[in-house]
């Protein structure tokens, strides 16, 4: 079966996470991915173990599956014009230097899309190409300076990043998605366009309520740990034998939330029974709540919680979310790779070829080059 990007050929010039994570989604769904990559090194998330697997950081394969990698020394004359020539026939580029790399390179937007006017060039950059270019586009880097780490972790604490380089997956994100729509413009006019996204950018709008709150309202969030700043109940409570989180969104899934506990009388009180009221009186509800849900182990809560239409859940390890996400029937894995999310009815993800070892397909790629 035919993916949906059967029949695109992406040049894939980024590396780490970004950039990788969109060009394999795209790779995912049928596109042909030609991973450049520097001779003898590669990309630099080859190294960034442990853990390994099969020999290989586990790092990189996350986000590798289904490319052909070619090892080309850019610095080098030869080498450089199978990249121009790879650039060239590409329907999509994808990069993420140091702005002003590529164009150095001969390999920058202008140049190339004079040569090949229905390329769709991607560009990923930590700060933009302003000021901010000097910037190293890190995660934990635009984590710090984008605000995240300020409404993460504990309050009065130094700042807390996520568990996951969550910045660069947004990003990537956002990058496929910039290519998709330059590809649906490009399938109208013939040609195609710069997509530019920048970890900073895709950080500020990812942050959502929190952002709306300060152009809105010029609000200043701090960290709450794991509270939310509007909604009460929307926390980890302490159950008789591990925590639960349990995130009663509006008035009726607070009264259910009573009902299920034996605690009418909270939904009852004038002092809880609106959401206002609830964040308002935060700490007079959690300890009710507490006390009440110390009773019973998470597990019995859970069952019970959820039958009453309250949405809750246990703080799983990796081991017991996919575990849970397999009781669920959501097949969260594909042999020994995690599974793409999305789900199409006629031309779902495929996963055609494992992650690459550097420069295996440089015979396969030159051969499609002519070269």
């Known amino acids: 079966m035919s993916g949906a990007l059967s029949g695109l050929l992406v040049a894939d010039f980024s590396r780490v996470l970004a950039g990788p994570y969109a060009t394999m989604l795209l790779a995912d769904l049928g596109a042909d991915v030609v991973k450049v990559e520097r001779p003898g090194t590669g990309d630099d998330t080859r190294s960034w173990g442990p853990p390994h697997a099969g020999g290989q950081a586990t790092y990189y394969l996350a986000v590798n599956r ?65 000021k901010g270019a000097e910037l190293p586009g ?30 660069d997956v947004i990003t990537g994100l956002h990058a496929a998605l910039g290519v998709l729509a330059a590809l649906r413009h490009r399938d109208s006019t013939g040609r195609g366009q710069r997509v530019s996204v920048s970890l900073l950018s895709s950080l500020l709008s990812a942050l959502t309520n929190q952002a709306s709150g300060y152009a809105a309202a010029g609000v200043v969030p701090g960290a709450m740990g794991n ?104 097949e969260p894995l594909a042999g020994d790779q995690v599974a793409n999310p999305i789900t199409l009815g006629a031309t779902p993800p495929a996963y055609r070829l494992p992650p690459p070892a550097l420069g295996q397909d440089d015979q396969w790629v030159r051969e499609i080059l002519g070269q």
């Open 66 to 130: 289904n490319k052909r990698s070619i090892a080309l020394d850019l610095r080098e004359g030869a080498d450089l014009e199978v990249a121009r020539a790879l650039a060239a026939r590409a329907d999509v580029l994808v990069e993420n230097f140091k702005p002003g790399t590529m164009d150095r390179l001969g390999l920058g937007y202008d140049e190339l899309s004079a040569q090949n006017p229905g390329l769709v060039y991607c560009s990923v950059t930590g700060f933009g190409t302003g």
């Open 138 to 167: 890190y995660d934990l880097i635009a984590q710090a300076v984008g605000g995240l780490m300020s409404v993460t972790g504990e309050p009065g604490g130094t700042g807390t990043k996520t568990g996951v380089a969550l910045v």
């Open 227 to 330: 509270r939310h700043p509007s909604i009460v109940p929307y926390e980890v409570f302490q159950a008789a034998d591990r925590p639960i989180v349990i995130a009663a969104g509006n008035d009726g899934q607070f009264g259910a939330l009573c009902e299920a506990l034996g605690r009418a009388d909270l939904a009852q009180d004038p002092r809880f029974g609106a959401n206002a009221g609830r964040v308002a009186h935060r700490e007079e509800l959690v300890a009710e709540l507490d006390g009440t849900l110390a009773t019973r182990t998470a597990a019995e809560w859970f069952a019970a919680l959820t039958a009453a239409g309250v949405p809750c859940g246990p703080i799983n390890d990796l081991a017991a979310a996919f575990a849970f996400a397999e009781e669920l029937g959501l």
